[in-house]
């Protein structure tokens, strides 16, 4: 069974970067779309972004646009996202999702991925 795992999360000052690093295990990612989600206190998980199974499709919420950028690694089953120029607002939990796909596409809903990760802490903080 497809397990993953993030990585990378922490507590960063305002403008700094992290690199959140998405793991899988019992299985390849080679053939997964995998999203990145956040979860901020008292609200609705979102999309923030994603990647296909190939890496030519790429989406992004607006909110990270320029700041967060997505890529993957199928050589070492593991999916990153790159985040500068962190705001307060991007504190959360990040979660990484994964679904089987034949499209060129992604999903930014979590009901487009069927296996998750436990999730990892980012905070934005002076």
């Known amino acids: 069974q497809l397990q993953l795992v993030e990585s990378g999360g922490g507590l960063v000052q305002p403008g700094g970067s992290l690199r959140l690093s998405c793991a899988a295990s019992g299985g390849t990612l080679n053939y997964k779309a995998v999203g990145w989600f956040r979860q901020a206190p008292g609200k609705e998980r979102e999309g923030v972004s994603c990647?296909?199974?190939?890496?030519?499709?790429?989406n992004y919420a607006d909110s990270v646009k320029g700041r967060f950028t997505i890529s993957r690694d199928n050589t070492k089953n593991t999916v990153y996202v790159q985040m500068n120029n962190l705001k307060p607002e991007d504190t959360g939990a990040y979660y990484c999702?994964?679904?089987?796909?034949?499209?060129?596409?992604?999903?930014?809903?979590?009901?487009?991925?069927?296996?998750w990760g436990r999730g990892t802490q980012v905070t934005v903080s002076s």
């Open positions: 999702a994964a679904v089987t796909s034949l499209s060129s596409l992604c999903g930014m809903t979590d009901n487009y991925y069927s296996d």
């Open positions: 990647i296909s199974r190939s890496g030519g499709g790429t």
